[in-house]
C-alpha cells in the first residue's frame, strides 16, 4: 500500500514539473504584447480612466474562481489517492458531518460576499457622471452607427455635426484624448449594443429608452467597436472604428464635417431596405444629400 502510494506521488510530482517545464517554454518564446495580453487575460489595453476598475476585477474573479478550483481538484485528488484501496469492502458511512456541512454552507456566501463588494467599488467607479466636456449623440439602426457630437459651442466649428456610416463603409467616432466623454444612446429600430472592447465595458441601445455612459479616453489611438447584441440581417456589418486624438485633431476634424455639410443631427428614421425591412442604413441619401433622419441647424 505505501509503495503504491509513493509511487503515484512521484507520478504526480514529475507531470507537475512537467507542465511547469512546458508553460516557462512556451511564455520565453512570447513576445513582450503576447505577455501583457497573457496577464490581462485576454483584455486588449485599456484606453480610458474608468477601464482598470473593470479589468482589476475581471483578473481578480478569475483568481478566486482559479483557486477554488485548484482547491476543489486537489481535494479531490487528495481523496482519491489518500483513501484507495484493493478490495471492495464498503467503508464506514456517517450520517452527518457537521462541521463540514457548516463550511460548505458558509463558505459560497463569503465568496460571494466578497465578489459582490468589489464588484459594487468597480461599479461605483465606472457609473461616475460628472459633467462632461464632449457629447456624442449615438444612434444605432439596422445597420450602422450615427454620431452626433454636440458642437456648436466650439468656436472653430459652430454647429452641431454628424457622421453616419452604412452597410459598406464603416463610421468613425472621434475622441478627444483627456476629455470627459459622455454618450447618450438612441435606436429607431430594434436592439442594439454600443461596445469598444478597449473602453472595457458596453451598453445596450433600446427603442424608447434614452441610455447613457461616461468615460475618459487616455491613450491615442485606434481602436475597434461594433454591435454585440444580435439585431438581425446585417448585424454583422455594425462595425465602426474609434480615434483617439488630441484636442486640435477633434477640432480639426468636426470641422471638416462641417465644412462638407453634415450639419444638424441624425435621428436614424426608419427607411426601406434590400429585405423590405424598416431603418437600414444602405442606401442613406436623400434628394438634399443628407441622411433620412437628418434635423438641420443648430440647437
Given at each position: 500500500?505505501?509503495?503504491?502510494?509513493?509511487?503515484?506521488?512521484?507520478?504526480?510530482?514529475?507531470?507537475?514539473?512537467a507542465l511547469c517545464?512546458?508553460?516557462?517554454?512556451?511564455?520565453?518564446?512570447?513576445?513582450?504584447?503576447?505577455?501583457?495580453?497573457?496577464?490581462?487575460?485576454?483584455?486588449?489595453?485599456?484606453?480610458?480612466?474608468?477601464?482598470?476598475?473593470?479589468?482589476?476585477?475581471?483578473?481578480?474573479?478569475?483568481?478566486?474562481?482559479?483557486?477554488?478550483?485548484?482547491?476543489?481538484?486537489?481535494?479531490?485528488?487528495?481523496?482519491?489517492?489518500?483513501?484507495?484501496?484493493?478490495?471492495?469492502?464498503?467503508?464506514?458511512?456517517?450520517?452527518?458531518?457537521?462541521?463540514?456541512?457548516?463550511?460548505?454552507?458558509?463558505?459560497?456566501?463569503?465568496?460571494?460576499?466578497?465578489?459582490?463588494?468589489?464588484?459594487?467599488?468597480?461599479?461605483?467607479?465606472?457609473?461616475?457622471?460628472?459633467?462632461?466636456?464632449?457629447?456624442?449623440?449615438?444612434?444605432?439602426?439596422?445597420?450602422?452607427?450615427?454620431?452626433?457630437?454636440?458642437?456648436?459651442?466650439?468656436?472653430?466649428?459652430?454647429?452641431?455635426?454628424?457622421?453616419?456610416?452604412?452597410?459598406?463603409?464603416?463610421?468613425?467616432?472621434?475622441?478627444?484624448?483627456?476629455?470627459?466623454?459622455?454618450?447618450?444612446?438612441?435606436?429607431?429600430?430594434?436592439?442594439?449594443?454600443?461596445?469598444?472592447?478597449?473602453?472595457?465595458?458596453?451598453?445596450?441601445?433600446?427603442?424608447?429608452?434614452?441610455?447613457?455612459?461616461?468615460?475618459?479616453?487616455n491613450r491615442e489611438?485606434?481602436?475597434?467597436?461594433?454591435?454585440?447584441?444580435?439585431?438581425?440581417?446585417?448585424?454583422?456589418?455594425?462595425?465602426?472604428?474609434?480615434?483617439?486624438?488630441?484636442?486640435?485633431?477633434?477640432?480639426?476634424?468636426?470641422?471638416?464635417?462641417?465644412?462638407?455639410?453634415?450639419?444638424?443631427?441624425?435621428?436614424?428614421?426608419?427607411?426601406?431596405?434590400?429585405?423590405?425591412?424598416?431603418?437600414?442604413?444602405?442606401?442613406?441619401?436623400?434628394?438634399?444629400?443628407?441622411?433620412?433622419?437628418?434635423?438641420?441647424?443648430?440647437?
Amino acid at each position: 500500500m505505501g509503495v503504491t502510494r509513493q509511487r503515484a506521488r512521484r507520478v504526480g510530482l514529475r507531470a507537475t514539473l512537467a507542465l511547469c517545464g512546458v508553460a516557462l517554454t512556451l511564455l520565453a518564446g512570447c513576445s513582450a504584447d503576447t505577455v501583457g495580453e497573457l496577464k490581462r487575460l485576454g483584455l486588449p489595453v485599456a484606453a480610458t480612466d474608468q477601464a482598470p476598475a473593470i479589468g482589476n476585477l475581471w483578473i481578480g474573479t478569475w483568481i478566486a474562481a482559479g483557486s477554488i478550483g485548484i482547491a476543489v481538484w486537489g481535494l479531490i485528488g487528495w481523496a482519491a489517492l489518500r483513501y484507495k484501496t484493493n478490495h471492495n469492502e464498503m467503508p464506514r458511512q456517517n450520517r452527518y458531518n457537521l462541521p463540514m456541512e457548516i463550511f460548505y454552507t458558509v463558505a459560497p456566501f463569503v465568496v460571494i460576499g466578497v465578489l459582490f463588494y468589489y464588484t459594487i467599488l468597480a461599479q461605483d467607479t465606472v457609473q461616475k457622471n460628472p459633467d462632461p466636456d464632449v457629447t456624442v449623440d449615438v444612434v444605432g439602426q439596422k445597420w450602422s452607427w450615427s454620431f452626433n457630437y454636440e458642437s456648436a459651442d466650439i468656436a472653430s466649428v459652430g454647429t452641431d455635426v454628424w457622421e453616419s456610416g452604412t452597410i459598406n463603409v464603416r463610421p468613425t467616432l472621434y475622441l478627444p484624448v483627456d476629455k470627459t466623454v459622455r454618450f447618450n444612446l438612441s435606436s429607431p429600430d430594434v436592439n442594439h449594443s454600443f461596445w469598444v472592447p478597449a473602453f472595457y465595458e458596453k451598453m445596450d441601445v433600446i427603442p424608447g429608452r434614452d441610455n447613457h455612459f461616461t468615460v475618459t479616453p487616455n491613450r491615442e489611438g485606434v481602436y475597434r467597436g461594433k454591435c454585440a447584441e444580435l439585431c438581425g440581417t446585417y448585424h454583422s456589418a455594425m462595425l465602426f472604428e474609434v480615434h483617439i486624438v488630441s484636442q486640435a485633431e477633434y477640432e480639426a476634424h468636426l470641422k471638416t464635417l462641417a465644412d462638407r455639410g453634415q450639419t444638424g443631427q441624425v435621428k436614424g428614421a426608419a427607411i426601406p431596405n434590400p429585405v423590405g425591412e424598416p431603418g437600414n442604413t444602405s442606401n442613406p441619401d436623400t434628394s438634399d444629400g443628407a441622411p433620412a433622419g437628418v434635423q438641420g441647424g443648430t440647437r
